[in-house]
């Protein structure tokens, strides 16, 4: 079955702290990753995808396959960072996106 | 970046009616929309693909007679839950996506719908 799991619900960490939020998938063929943040009161946004391999406001992802696993990592966390997280596979050629229930990640000054 | 507006944001209804909630593409044209659902706490699920001119692509599960989706122009889809229960209340997200092959979902704001 394909499936997103993101076992953290919430994530506090200070200001200037690593962050990693992990995110683990289930799919047989080869999968596309993405990250959407949701800022609060404001929609969902796509973040990061793994076929960009860029870096986006510090946060960068690495996909590795061996562990299928998705974490999204920045060295030092800002208070500006503080949202919801949302880890998301896209399956083969379809355009459907299949979300992990999200982690909340609270930055402390 | 592509704007995609929903609305209401927020509605109320008694048990037994119908109540439509619309998504709009405002400044680029939306070939491709999609429809998901956020239970508290929970992940968004996706309830259906639509396409512009042609029947929606119901997930597994989804009841489409329930759920009527209607993408009638290339900025604007509708969803029309019909006789709503309270275990319809949900929060219910709409994206859009130009184009074929990857482009990326643009994601309205959402519509909260509570059922009495």
């Known amino acids: 079955a394909q499936r997103v799991t993101q076992p953290e619900k919430l994530l506090s960490v200070f200001k200037g702290a690593p962050v990693e939020l992990k995110c683990n998938y289930s799919?047989?063929?080869?999968?596309?990753l993405f990250w959407y943040v949701q800022y609060s009161r404001q929609r969902l946004q796509l973040l990061l995808r793994?076929?960009s391999r860029e870096s986006i406001k510090g946060f960068t992802a690495d996909l590795n396959k061996g562990e299928t696993s998705f974490h999204l990592k920045k060295p030092f966390a800002q208070e500006e960072d503080s949202a919801m997280y949302y880890c998301?596979?896209?399956?083969?050629?379809?355009?459907?996106?299949?979300f992990g229930t999200g982690t909340r990640l609270q930055v402390f000054p | 970046g592509a704007v995609v507006s929903q609305h209401p944001s927020r509605v109320i209804c008694k048990s037994g009616t119908s109540v439509k909630i619309e998504c709009r593409s405002l400044?680029?044209?939306?070939?491709?929309m999609f429809w998901y659902r956020q239970f508290p706490k929970q992940s968004l699920m996706l309830m259906a693909t639509?396409?512009?001119?042609?029947?929606?692509?119901?997930e597994q599960g989804v009841e489409k007679d329930k759920f009527l989706i209607n993408h009638a122009s290339l900025t604007l889809s509708t969803l029309t839950v019909t006789s709503a229960h309270p275990e319809d209340s949900s929060f219910y997200i709409c994206?859009?996506?130009?184009?074929?092959?990857?482009?990326?979902?643009?994601f309205g704001p959402g519509t909260r719908l509570t059922v009495l």
């Open positions: 639509s396409n512009e001119g042609s029947k929606a692509t119901y």
């Open positions: 799919y047989s063929g080869s999968p596309e």
């Open positions: 793994h076929i």
């Open positions: 994206s859009a996506r130009m184009g074929q092959g990857w482009h990326e979902q643009f």
């Open positions: 998301a596979l896209r399956t083969g050629n379809t355009d459907k996106l299949i």
């Open positions: 400044d680029f044209q939306a070939t491709t």
